[in-house]
């Protein structure tokens, strides 16, 4: 009875669900464009297959013999893997494939429909599939089961032991801090945006982002970067860790963040310990999809907090905008490093979630995440979706919605059925500060950061949280690595310190 | 009773096979530096898994069901398919697992000795690496089974049907030929080559380069070009079919001249039928490669036609020879459409393969044959070979050899285990010149061919050989296309006229 066996079968789902991703990451970034139809096919069966093998009866055979090891596991390393596959492929064995066939074509017409409904502004056209994608959702929440509340089946698939009523209190105390300071961000001295539009050739910009992406860690000869519509990171193991920017002349802060947001994600990735390189621990079988992350929110914490609490600090731009300034001597000669960190820092309430700055993000997110858990309940009815959307957007950010392009049919994520997914952002937002806050009450790690070496943050954090690949949850994470669970206080602190400094 | 089931399964098949294609073409192309070890375990996941699942139990029972399928079959394409799939099945079956897996393991030790043996020209430090790859290649050949000569079972998984008693009359015939052409070729006026050293950027030889593939027939919408080592066509069905190249700043030809023939072959795989997308027409399930191409032989002809005949004609330079002196004004300013054309096809024996021209090249080959199907069949030993290699490479062109390191330890070939796909090479340029003829004999191709359209000749070979895939055999297509079987004179016209232009 062998641990050997398994780990061979695991190893082999491994394999698929990387060659997933690069058939994934090939497609965003170099395919030609009449490879649509054909990939989505490869995609599929690769997918199915991976699924077939986790599912099989090799794997549940290969599972039952490792139970029985005699091998050696000094650190229970292989059992608590052999308990971790079993408890995934049993949420994955009871999403029927029927019900994954039928959501996987519901979304391409979905999708379909999704765009047409938001070039008119026609949010009756889309109803109809979004009661639908509502009826696989609930169908898809009722197998993998729950005890409380159907979103909790959603949320945890992407947030393990996530649930509504975990949520619920976190959303609270964010949006009782918030709301009032989006109201003092209202009354700051004014910002001047005006130098971030000039033209800024995309070249130059992708050579400064990449440098800077290499001093935060990030490894080249693990990754690279390309273009992309929709910036993403996506790996195939840790040895091969790839990000993708999108890069506008005029405009240029979204470049340089995606690319640090982005690196993010990559350097976590990169960091998952080698050993468990093709495991468990680098893939997750309920979304199919290899991945070195324990879950989407701790991902999106590591991003996040190099784009926002490193990349956007005061401290930063101090140190960093006088090599900018030497790239684009014509474009930042008349700006000062003070007022390039406070451009990029700007408050601006938006309509759309991918145009929100760091104050008003979250409430997009809290919204959504509302909506959600109400129509997974069926206490909120899709024809009423435009009301409630406007009510919650003038309640939390003062906004007036004109259409439903701008509101209701702005993400894509509903028609992708991608339902409970929204909250890792946020999640994401309030971890990224809470484990910043903790890193920088390391000596070295603070020293680092002040003199503009990043390399003590990374390797804090490749301890604290990136080696642990998926071995531990996110929670136990996060409580080890900041002595707490999670929390928002140093999130609300970070961000009243902002708005206190931009005052200043 | 269906077809359809036996088509689905295949099609899974084909899908894996794809993938591995993308997985072969990224590490080529994009992959960073440190994958290599992970991508190098993803495609044997995965060629495993295609081997599996072709050669496994609903793999038989859909070929068994489809044989009693009631399902319209209007022009038989069906059941051949069918029955294609099962022979091929049935050879793969035939080689065992444990082999496949021994000589995939033996390749990589044998390609890193190899590797350093070259480096030191220690050819004896090779040989047991060598000894050990022909034992496993017998073992292969035996496995397949021959009826005469071992090679055969060699030869036949790249050229299917090809045999070495049909190679021997086709090599005597051109040993004959063309001794005497590169007799002949010694004695003509002095070949102008100095400019072709000068400094072209590479950029602008690139976008030449693309200009002519592009009006030769290579859709940039179904492909994309892109830098490597050793330039290589690879497709992902018809609609992804992506070609490489790679550019010397001062070396001229070898540029332009690999994006053509690799252009030549990527058209083949874009004008394959539509209905063979994700078939057994589309892929070799005895090399377990995605291919539309019917043999390694006919692929290699259609790459060679496209930079020999078309690229390296005299028209060609007469028509184009303008447009790439505008490209390079500085560097051409003082060579004549002539005299370009002479140097692009002058004649220079070399010790090395992959820089002979056409003159010299199936020498190279013919003597790499002879080799192997001696070392198959026992009556060649691995420590004779440096001496029989330098006295074939004396008695075919006059060259003798100063090492091992451009002798017999120049290919990678057989540290590869691709014993028998050489005589391919030769193949393609002989059935190159038998379709290009046929094709001219056509009013439409030859006069395109005069004015510098291409798409007739391109509409030409996609009607008598792309569009077929591999639902013909490479020698009906060609006896089809030609009206006459394999034969070498079209080949020694062309090179004997070749050889009269470059005297006149």
Redesign the interface.
């Known amino acids: 009875m062998t641990f050997s066996a398994f780990e061979a079968e695991i ?2 789902v491994n ?2 669900l ?2 997933v991703n ?2 994934t990451w ?1 497609s965003r970034t ?6 649509v ?3 989505a ?2 995609i599929a ?2 997918t199915g ?1 991976a699924r077939d093998l986790a599912t099989g009866e090799a794997m549940l055979r290969a599972i039952e013999d490792a139970r029985r090891s005699d091998e050696p596991d000094p650190d229970g390393l292989r059992a608590k893997a052999v308990a971790e596959a079993a408890r995934q492929i049993g949420i994955l064995a009871r999403i029927p494939a029927k019900l994954v066939a039928e959501a996987t074509e519901l979304k391409t017409n979905a999708q379909a429909a999704w765009v047409e409904a938001r070039a008119e502004n026609d949010f009756a056209g889309f109803a109809p599939w979004l009661e639908r994608t509502l009826d696989l959702q609930r169908e898809t929440a009722a197998a993998i089961g729950y005890t409380e509340h159907p979103y909790d089946a959603l949320v945890s698939s992407y947030e393990p032991d996530m649930t509504w009523a975990r949520l619920r209190p976190l959303y609270d105390a964010l949006k009782a801090a918030l709301l009032p300071l989006n109201e003092a961000a209202r009354s700051l001295p004014p910002i001047r945006m005006d130098f971030l539009e000039r033209a800024f050739p995309v070249d130059k910009q992708r050579a400064f982002a990449v440098t800077m992406a290499r001093r935060m860690g990030y490894d ?5 970067l390309d273009d992309t519509v929709h910036p993403f990171e996506i790996s ?2 840790r ?2 860790v ?1 990000i993708t920017g999108r890069f506008r002349e005029t405009w240029l802060p979204v470049g340089l963040f995606s690319v640090w947001h982005e690196a993010g994600h990559g350097i976590y990735e990169q960091g998952v310990d080698p050993r468990f ?2 495991s468990i621990f680098a893939m997750d079988l309920i979304n199919l999809y290899a991945v070195g992350g324990a879950s989407f929110g701790l991902h999106e914490s590591q991003s996040r907090l190099l784009e926002n609490r490193v990349g956007r600090s005061r401290r930063f731009w101090e140190l960093h905008f006088g090599e900018l300034r030497a790239v684009f001597p014509d474009q930042l000669g008349d700006v000062s490093a003070h007022e390039f960190w406070r451009a990029v820092n700007a408050p601006r309430p938006s309509l759309v979630r991918v145009e929100a700055d760091e104050l008003t993000y979250d409430a997009h997110i809290i919204l959504r995440s509302e909506i959600e858990a109400g129509l997974i309940a069926g206490e909120i009815r899709v024809a009423d979706l435009p009301a409630i959307w406007a009510e919650k957007m003038k309640g939390y950010l003062g906004l007036d919605v004109p259409s439903d392009t701008l509101g209701v049919l702005q993400d894509v994520h509903w028609s992708s059925g991608m339902m409970g997914s929204f909250p890792t952002y946020t999640i994401g937002n309030i971890m990224g500060a809470q484990l910043y806050r903790a890193a920088c009450a390391d000596a070295a790690v603070a020293g680092g950061l002040d003199r503009g070496d990043y390399a003590p943050l990374t390797a804090w954090l490749g301890t604290h949280v990136h080696r642990h690949g998926r071995s531990l949850t996110p929670a136990d994470i996060l409580r080890a690595a900041t002595g707490k669970p999670l929390a928002v206080d140093d999130y609300v602190a970070a961000l009243r310190a902002k708005v206190t400094d931009l005052a200043a």
Chains 1, 2 share one sequence.
Do not use: H, N, S, Y
Request: charged letters at 35%; glycine letters at 6%; proline letters at 6%.
């Open positions: 190893a082999k394999d698929i990387c060659a690069l058939l090939d170099m395919m030609p464009p009449c490879g139809e054909a990939r096919k490869q069966t690769l297959l080249f000869d693990r990754g690279r195939f193991t040895a091969d790839r390189t093709r």
